[in-house]
């Protein structure tokens, strides 16, 4: 037993921690927040140069080949920052789906360019009836030619906007067994007869409607096989799932220390309103949040990375645990900064809303108890 | 990063070596019962004297040194011993010597070490910790009890509640004010009074929980200077060589605390109308979310068992360890209910599911208090995290939160 990290992980999280220190400060996430596409290519490409981009990527595709939990303590880095880039859906989900079936074809022209940051891919599969359930994925792919049609609505696509190309989940045939029937497809970013529309609201990424009117696709940018891509999404959701608690992880713990330290110097009374226990009680819901948070990640990672047993129990426990954790957590910061909580100078909202926009993303804490559920045959 | 306890060569060989001795050694039907109304004297008897027998062997106290009773082992071995005692649900004594020994270790005399600490540790004797009074719960250092100085000894007199346990103790390790005059903390000493000396009247409680608890009742307890422990005044300071370790410091490795799988099992089993009660989407999600509990509070143990055991320096995890278990109970005691209804509430050796352990644990669940209430730790975890009562303490504290990230 050994729960520290490796000399490598610590180089990597201190590298992180620097490129965040100096690329993104509070007010560039705020400005990245408010306008344009939500992210800066000039960042990106800098993350790229870095290797960051490929990290999951095996070497001979242009990536670093590196462990889950090496990613996951990058992530907790960037989580922190709140560093705004397409990393989870370009170089984590869409990067796993092709490593994990694409053609040798797919791979030798995609994977190098995903690791090298030059194209950005993003996975659509969330429909109207929200949900990741098989049952939920209702667009539909007919068999036109020698390729697909595809019709039907994406919705609460993250980073489509500006996704070169995209990884959409349609249905290709109707069954009794809803796992069934599902393909993968890769479709041109701009192709004709997509149209995309970001989303407004309280929202902590850019996230998509997109609509499908006959979208034509060859039969050469299947992925996997045709009717086979429920299974491929299932391999692929679990180290994906707990990377992205690592990201939620690194967040809460920014939240921790901004709380402790506003509680230090915040004064009221007279005296500084951490003398308060009901003040103190919020940071201790905070920190026993995050702990939870943190070790159940970290224990489904490495299950991961060494091929334990119960690596799908304990990705459903880590998700369900940092979901509320980051959403609580973030609720008692609110609780202690009071008014200046919600001045948009500030920022904590920018971690509000990144806490209830992942709250839900690969699965809420109601989703994963289920899953539980079945995995403990109840 | 690896979560995995692994096991040596030494150890497995080792281990052997216990289940073949404890093959041997343990006589039948010696199991802790599913509650503690079942434990019988006769039960208790059987228990310590497997104990003595487990000291003789030096696998009582296996880390401390031979010469004074212990194993001279290494933490490796008692890690096996531990496992395999636990794996055979043998029935022992909370706190048997594991606050007070340390005590003795660092300030007790010569003759304590050479006498009392041994045969603690072989499990001769017990010491029961006895600290808490009837107007001194989390405030500790206003307990009132006196111990006077006349001539070679102390007289102490007062009263000492909800300490102890159903059986006997052969020492109570009190707390004690010697100076009335002296300022708070600085005031406290600390004494070894034989269970048996005249004047003290160990009395029963009538408790829902807490294994049997009891209420002391010193009356001109005379004591010799002999077996005071640690300088006059010095009391605070030995009571806080205990106090880290009861604050959830020691962590644990193994299973998680199993009752909500058993209860998970017994569920499926139970009708709720008219179907197994887990197949209620509702009650699926609340005993997955306490199943998710157990493993939290199997993780922080985890995770405190090997910064303790690796060096690390402990911050708040202590305290969280022990709040979290301590927030874990009653909640499961108040979703079991959602989920069980009525029947959670029965000991009735028909309806009350498994074998009254449910019932028992609503009980329990109502004691979060020994070794500091939740309100107590969540103090210590604040002041951990660099925020305290007053601005001045606050000063003196941690400048940056910090968790045990790695």
Known sequence: MDLSLTPAQEMLKSTAKDFVAQECPKTFVREMDEQGDGFSRTLWQKMADLGWAGMLIPEEFGGAGREFTDLAVLYEEMGRGLLPSPHFSSSVLCALILMEAGSPQQKQSLLPAIAKGEQILALALTEPDYGWEASQVTLSATQSGGGYRLSGTKLFVHD?????????????????????????????????????RVLTGFTGERQNELVFNNVSVTADRVIG?????????????????????????????????????????????????????????????????????????????????THQTGVTEAVAVAKAVTSEAYERGTFHSHEVHAGIGISKEYGLHLYTKKARTLYSYLGDPTFHRKRIASLLAM | ???????????????????????????????????????????????????????????????????????????????????????????????????????????????????????????????????????????????????VKDGDDYVISGQKIFVGYKFGADYLYTLAVTDQTAPRHQNISAFLVPADAPGVDIQSLELIAGGGKRTIFYDDVRVPATLRIGDEGKGWWVAQTTLELEHGGTGRVGARESLIDRIIGYAKGHTAGGQPATKDPQAQQTLVDLYIGSHIGRLFNLRNYWMRTSGRKFVHEGSENSLFGKTYAPKLAAKVLDVLGPYALLSDTHYGPLKGEVENQQREATSTHPGGTPEIQRVIIARRMGLSRTPQEMQGSRDVAGTSTH
Not at chain 1, 171 to 185: A, E, H, S, W
Not at chain 1, 237 to 247: D, K, Q, S
Not at chain 2, 32 to 41: A, Q
Request: overall charge negative; charged content about 25%.
């Open chain 1, 160 to 196: 489509a906007h500006i996704a070169d190309s995209l990884i959409v989940a349609a249905r290709t045939r109707q069954g009794v067994n809803p796992r069934d029937g599902i393909t993968l497809f890769l479709v041109d970013g701009n192709a004709a007869g997509l149209s995309k």
């Open chain 1, 225 to 305: 096989a045709v009717d086979g891509g429920w299974g491929i999404l299932e391999k692929v959701f679990e180290p994906a799932t707990a990377v992205l608690c690592a990201y939620m992880v690194g967040g809460l713990q920014e939240v921790l220390e901004w709380t402790v330290a506003y509680g230090r110097t915040r004064q009221q009374f007279g005296v500084p309103i951490g003398t308060f226990q009901r003040v103190q009680d919020h940071v201790v819901e905070i920190v026993n949040h995050l702990d939870a948070a943190r070790w159940t990640t970290y224990e489904a990672l490495w299950k991961l990375d």
């Open chain 2, 1 to 147: 990063m690896d979560f995995a306890q692994t096991y040596t060569a030494e150890q497995e060989t080792f281990r052997k070596e216990v289940q073949q001795w404890l093959d041997a050694n343990l006589p039948p039907n010696l199991e802790i019962p599913p509650t503690f109304e079942d434990y019988s004297d006769e039960l208790y008897r059987m228990g310590r004297d497997f104990r003595r027998k487990l000291g003789e062997k030096g696998w009582h106290a296996p880390t401390w040194p031979k010469d004074i009773g212990g194993g001279g082992l290494t933490t490796d071995h008692a890690i096996v011993i531990g496992e395999e005692l636990s794996k055979r649900k043998i029935p022992t004594v909370p706190d048997a010597f594991g606050l007070c020994a340390p005590a003795i270790s660092a300030w007790g005399t010569d003759e304590m070490k050479r006498d009392i600490l041994p045969r603690m540790l072989r499990g001769e004797i017990i010491v029961w910790q006895c600290f808490t009074e009837p107007e001194a719960g989390s405030d500790l250092a206003s307990l009132k009890m006196r111990a």
